[in-house]
């Protein structure tokens, strides 16, 4: 269980408490990079509830199950386009590596981002290679 002075899961340097917590909590993100991060947190830690709240209705999934096997490591974000506090779009390109049962792997992906009426949402990604 992470606690509020743990690092964050999603690499920022911040503690969880600082960072992504507010979020997984219902506070808005103030930018796309800041969402996508907590939405990268909420696999981490397997809150289910924040990822499917921060899903834009139009591409949410009606249900989501999350892997009990596959853990959730490390989040290299690469680049983002647009996305910051006055913005209502943007990207944010990154890798996030996770370990299965199996062995490891990553995911990587352009995942675009809409802001409406003040609120960020995750609309969908598509797979990238660096």
Known sequence: ???????CPCRSGDQFGDCCAPLLA???????????RSRYTAFAVGDREHLLRSWHPSTRPAELT???ELRWVRLDVLSTRAGGPFDDEGTVHFIAHYRTPDGRGRQEEVSRF?????????LDGVPAAS
């Open 1 to 7: 269980m992470i606690t509020a002075d743990d690092p």
């Open 66 to 68: 999350l892997d009990a």
């Open 26 to 36: 219902g506070s808005p993100a103030p930018t796309a990079e800041r969402l996508m």
């Open 114 to 122: 809409v802001r409406e009426r003040k609120t960020w949402f995750y």
